[in-house]
């Protein structure tokens, strides 16, 4: 139980020094913070203007990881994420020039502007955290992380994001507008000149390490999860197969990251055991992004999320 408290003060501590910057978003926060401890992948979506950029670079200020970022654009190459090998006169031999991929914490910014080839460049590396140019491999930080951001809105000029490649994010987090309140206080701040993206000028405090990272990823090991728990996700992964309103249902990763998601959030709330309610608290932002709807349920308007809902009131809950 101590293990479990002191991962409670740095998830506070975290809060504390991202919230010098962000207003309000503890929930998205929270959830970004349990993709990293989680070591998985985050996609973010929301509409522009939501602070969805300003998050990550707050959040590795916060843990001082290493921060790199690439603006995804049409015409952006895959050696323009991984590298290249560039032929040294002096030495005569080819060295490698590293490209952005080779940080801790990636930024991939409006990530479907990219073609499916340059988007296809992240998913070894997501995977396996390693990058093979020209046939060697370069193995990637073990922080390694990719936060990706697009906007829901915006059609041409998109590219969707391939299911395989979906797959491979551990999280889908929708970022949402502020409340009244929230958009009141940013318009204060901003009233008194109080620069939204200035995070170097805010003060922020590393509160974690890479170093800390390691040592408290450890403590998941802790957070039990009993078999009528392991049994209710294996149901609901299962249920979202069976159902003629969901041609591609959740595949057998998307379990291994709900059970995963679903113990980070125990142990960010104070607990040695995981319970149902974690589950569902887990199960859309795992879940969602890798369901494919059947067309009649699009034209019906239904979206992923309403179809999960309807799918887990089938699935018997545990006591």
């Not at 002096?90 to 990530?111: H, M, Q, V, Y």
């Not at 901003?190 to 408290?216: C, D, F, K, Q, Y």
């Not at 879940?287 to 699009?298: F, S, Y």
Request: charged content about 25%; glycine content about 6%.
């Amino acid at each position: 139980m101590e293990h479990v408290e002191e991962l409670k003060a740095l998830r506070d501590d975290i809060h504390r020094e991202v919230a010098k910057v962000i207003v309000g978003q503890e929930e998205t926060i929270e959830e970004m913070l349990v993709a990293l401890l989680a070591q998985g992948h985050v996609l973010l979506e929301g509409v522009p203007g939501t602070a969805k950029t300003l998050m990550v670079r707050t959040l590795a200020a916060a843990i001082d990881l290493e921060f790199g970022r690439v603006q995804f654009t049409p015409d952006l190459m895959p050696s323009d994420i991984l590298g290249t090998n560039v032929f040294d006169f002096k030495s005569s031999a080819f060295r490698l020039t590293k490209g952005p991929i080779f940080t801790e914490l990636l930024l991939a910014d409006e990530i479907n502007r990219a073609p499916a080839k340059t988007q296809s460049a992240l998913l070894e590396a997501m995977q396996e955290r390693q990058v093979s140019i020209d046939a060697q491999r370069h193995v990637l930080s073990p922080n390694f992380t990719v936060f990706a951001t697009q906007n829901p809105v915006e059609q041409e000029g998109t590219y969707p994001l391939p299911e395989a490649q979906l797959d491979r994010f551990l999280l889908k987090i929708q970022v949402g507008y502020p409340s009244e309140a929230e958009e009141d206080r940013i318009l204060r701040m901003a009233g008194i000149g109080v620069g939204s993206v200035e995070v170097e000028a805010a003060g922020i405090t590393p509160v974690a390490s890479a170093e800390t990272l390691a040592r408290v990823r450890g403590l998941a090991n802790a957070v039990e999860v009993h078999d009528p728990v392991r049994g209710y996700i294996r149901d609901l992964m299962r249920a979202t197969r069976q159902t003629p309103m969901i041609l591609l249902g959740a595949g057998p990763r998307a379990g291994v990251h709900l059970l995963v998601a679903s113990r980070w959030f125990a142990a960010l709330a104070g607990r040695t055991f995981v319970t149902p309610d974690d589950v569902q608290r887990a199960a859309h932002p795992v879940i969602c992004h890798r369901l494919v709807l059947a067309p009649e349920v699009e034209l019906d308007g239904l979206g992923a999320a309403e179809v999960l809902d309807r799918v887990s009131s089938t699935v018997e809950v545990p006591r």
